[in-house]
Nanobody
């Protein structure tokens, strides 16, 4: 059974940091691009970041560029999202996602597998 098992998240103050992790189970992790989406209350789900399966492009939304950093450790089947200088507008449910592609068109890329989500709350 394919699973994306998320951990991390929680609460932080404005300007603080959090790290999200996502472990892939049941598929060949290094064959897929990995990324993160988020959905704030009352808003549509938006793409945050992705990282290619090999030496390839990554993607960051304009809203997180320069503050968030995505990385992957294929030997551990895990992708990470380091979130620094958090802002209240980063408050959302964050979802790990596995897909065939990662690049500038990531927001429109079909997602093969989804994690169940983890809550991030940033207070001012």
């Amino acid at each position: 059974e394919v699973q994306l098992v998320q951990s991390g998240g929680g609460s932080a103050q404005d300007g603080g940091s959090l790290t999200l992790s996502c472990a892939g189970v049941g598929f060949t992790f290094e064959d897929l691009s990995l990324g993160w989406f988020r959905q704030a209350p009352g808003k549509d789900r938006e793409a945050v970041s992705c990282i290619s399966r090999g030496v390839g492009p990554s993607y960051y939304s304009d809203s997180v560029k320069g503050r968030f950093h995505i990385s992957r450790h294929n030997a551990k089947n895990t992708v990470y999202l380091q979130m620094d200088n958090l802002k209240p507008e980063d408050t959302a449910e964050y979802y790990c996602a596995a897909s065939e592609f990662c690049g500038s068109n990531y927001p429109a890329t079909p997602v093969s597998y989804w994690g169940l989500g983890t809550r991030v709350t940033v207070s001012s």
